[in-house]
Each structure stands twice: as C-alpha cells, then as structure tokens.
C-alpha cells in the first residue's frame, strides 16, 4: 500500500505516462489508480482510432510537436509489438472554391508542423485515391493511419506491469491528503506524506502523484486543492456507421476542410481496424460526463457545466452551429446531407446509428476552448506533490508516448526522482 508515485487514471495517457515512469526508474514502486473494473474505457476507448500526422495544430505547440513525435512513436511501438495498423492515408478535401485558400493555409502550416509526405492534389487525384469522393482540392496525407488505441493501451499496460507496476482498478479516488501523523522512517518526516483515498474508504500511501483523469482532470485538480480552472465541460460525439454492404465506398480517412469560426472538425469518414466505416461525429452537450446514450444523465454533470459561465460564453458565440448540431444529432437525414457534400452517392438507407463518445472539452472562464494541453501542479504540501495532466484531448491517444515522455521529464523534474 506504499508507492513512490501513483498515477491515477487507466487511459492511454496514464497508462503510457505509468510505463515511461517505470522504465525509467525501475528501483522505485509505481503504481496506477483506476475507478473501473476495466482499462482504457473511457476517452481511449471510445475515439475514432485514427494516428493523426499533425497537420491542424498552431506552429510551436504542445498539440503540433508531441502528435508529430506521437505518431512515429505509436507506428515505431505498434510494430515492436506487433500490434495491427493501417496506414490508410488522409485526404482533406475543399468541396468549395472558398474552401481553397483555408486548405492552402492548412498545408503551410503542416509544413512548418514537420509533417511526413504532405502534398496538395487536384480533382483528378482526389478520384484515383478516392473513387467515390468529389472535391475541387485535397491536402494528401499518407502517414495517417487507423489502430485499435484500447489494444495499444492494454499493451502499455502489460508493459507497466511486466517492469514491475503496480495497477488497481475499482479505486475511485475520492480524497488526498497529508498524512497527519509523523514517523521515524524519514529524517524528513513520513516517507509516504500523501494520502489517497477511494470510494470504498480504502487508501494507499505515496510520496507523489500524477493525474491524467480525462473527463474528470478538473475535478481532481480540485479534491488535490489545486485550481479547478481549466473546467472540463462534456461534449457527446454521434457516429453513424456504414453498412457494410457500402464500405467499398470509403478507402481512407476523408475529412473536410475545417471552418475557423466553428469550434469543432465537423462529419467525416473514418475506415476502421474491422473493416467498417465511422462518419461523423457531431458535437452536443452530453448530460453525464460518460454519458454515451442520448438519456444518459447525471444531475452534478448537467448542473456543474449549466452554471460554468465559460459554457454560455461558448454557446453565444456559436448560437447557429450549436443548433445546427442539435437538429443532426436528432435526424440521420441532416447529417447524410453533410457527407453527401464529399460522396454524393451516401443515402440515408446505407447507414445505421452507432457508437457514441464523449470529448472532455477544457474551457475557460471567458469560453474559449483550451487548445493545447496543459500540465500544472499547485502549492503547498499537497499541491508541490503533484503533477495534473489538465487537457489531453485528441491527438493525446496518438501523442500517447511522447506524451509519456514529457510527464516523465516533468516528474523528474519537479519531484527531483
């Protein structure tokens, strides 16, 4: 029940950050914290899957140098392991000719991002690598890929636990603390100051503490004492699926070019490591933080982001798109008109509802979506112990170990390992 660090949180971003930490310090006791039965259930299992190449983010972020990194990693671990991938490709496709000169910039900034083998290609290209896809322009990216992300992640944990970790799941941390009492064990007081309890009233004892808890990163920050500011407020993504009848119509990913005054990529068409295809998402309002149904609901959920004033300061500003995503998500046939925008052919008919996500969306109090990821610890006795991993949103699963590596460089750092 003593360790030198817990991590709490069993995605893929603990689960890599836990796997780094242990190899590099194999003499000391790790061990990670997880409130399911299971691993990697939430975020980094219920993503599209895709091994993003980098393209989107600002120049000289967190975000474009650890996706750019992240993805050589991923394809580098994935063979090691012998863990199944395709590199299907990506095309980012202007349908429109006001399209252009914002999928022109894009390219700039995949350039300057480092991104492997990005080209622009024409109509006539567009068609050769994607038969059923109209577009005027396409920005090309053949290192894109697909994988199953939760099999990576039960591989990072197998990893963890070969070089000696520890992992218990069904440990819903629900309090941190100082321990009150001293001991003789250190000249400098308990060995194992910090506290950590469960649900259940059970504890374990450890001298420092990483957290990478996704849909509830604010939360924790705040039980720690720490600021829960950025808020994460849960945005449900719907996919619909292709029959698998009318998979032929889709090789690799195809995205749309993305629109600046909208805060999310918009529908697109993401082959599968099964062989079927996601279209989608859209993006509501999810009641429950792991609120994966459309009733799903929780009451401090819904009430914790209602009364964020962050959250109306978002929904103002995006009053249209918002409704525009509500009225999708309630009818196939206006998210069908969206994808016919790149495959005509696409009916209503061809698809069928299917899984769903929910995005732990960081927001600030002036409404703007926290676009990079952000690490921070607080102060104090308690605060000075620990490290948050604040916001990881997509691509954190793709950006998984150099994710992981930047943690461990950071621990060691700050907690002088």
Request: some cysteine; charged content about 25%.
């Amino acid at each position: 029940s003593t360790f030198d660090v817990a991590v709490v949180g069993a995605g893929i971003v603990g689960l890599a950050s836990a796997r780094e930490l242990v190899l590099r310090h194999p003499a000391l006791r790790f061990v990670v914290l997880e409130k399911e039965t299971e691993l990697a259930c939430h975020q980094s299992g219920h993503n599209s899957g895709v091994i993003h190449s980098g393209i989107y983010y600002t120049p000289g972020s967190l975000k474009a140098k650890l996706c750019v990194q992240g993805a050589a990693l991923c394809y580098e671990y994935c063979d090691q392991k012998g863990i199944p991938y395709k590199q299907c490709g990506k095309l980012i496709v202007a349908v429109e000719q006001d399209e252009i000169p914002r999928l022109k910039a894009l390219y700039e900034r995949g350039l300057q991002n480092n991104v492997r083998d990005l080209k622009l290609i024409g109509a006539k290209e567009i068609k050769a690598k994607e038969p059923f896809c109209r577009g005027l322009m396409a920005l090309d990216s053949p290192y894109t890929g697909i994988v199953n992300y939760r099999q990576v992640a039960q591989s990072y944990a197998e990893d963890f636990k070969e070089a000696g970790g520890t992992i218990l799941t069904d440990f819903e941390v629900t309090n941190m603390e100082m321990a009150k009492e001293s001991s003789s064990e250190s000249e400098d007081g308990l060995k194992y100051p910090v506290i950590v309890r469960n649900s259940k009233g059970e504890e374990i004892a450890c001298q420092h503490v990483v957290t990478c808890a996704g849909l509830h990163s604010d939360r924790l920050s705040e039980i720690s004492g720490c600021s829960p500011e950025p808020r994460i407020v849960p945005f449900r993504g719907d996919y619909l699926v292709l029959k698998p009848e009318k998979c032929y119509m889709v090789k690799g990913n195809i995205y749309p070019v993305p629109n600046p005054r909208f805060p999310f990529l918009g529908f697109h068409f993401t082959p599968r490591m099964d062989g079927s295809v996601w279209l989608g998402p859209n993006a509501v309002l999810a009641f429950k933080r792991e609120g994966y149904r459309l009733l799903d609901f929780s009451p401090t959920d819904f009430l914790d982001a209602v009364l964020y004033s962050g959250l109306w300061k978002l929904v103002l500003r995006n009053l249209s798109y918002g409704l525009g995503e509500m009225y999708r998500a309630c009818f196939v046939s206006a998210q069908v008109k969206q994808l016919q925008r790149f495959i005509p052919e696409v009916t209503v008919n061809d698809i069928v509802r299917g899984p769903s996500g929910v995005r732990a969306q960081a927001l600030d109090s002036d409404g703007n979506l926290v676009d990079d990821f952000v690490f921070d610890g607080g102060s104090g006795d308690i605060g000075s112990r620990i490290l948050h991993v604040r916001n990881a949103p997509s691509p954190a699963a793709t950006s998984s170990l150099a994710i992981a590596r930047m943690i461990a460089d950071e621990v060691k750092q700050r907690f002088e390992l």
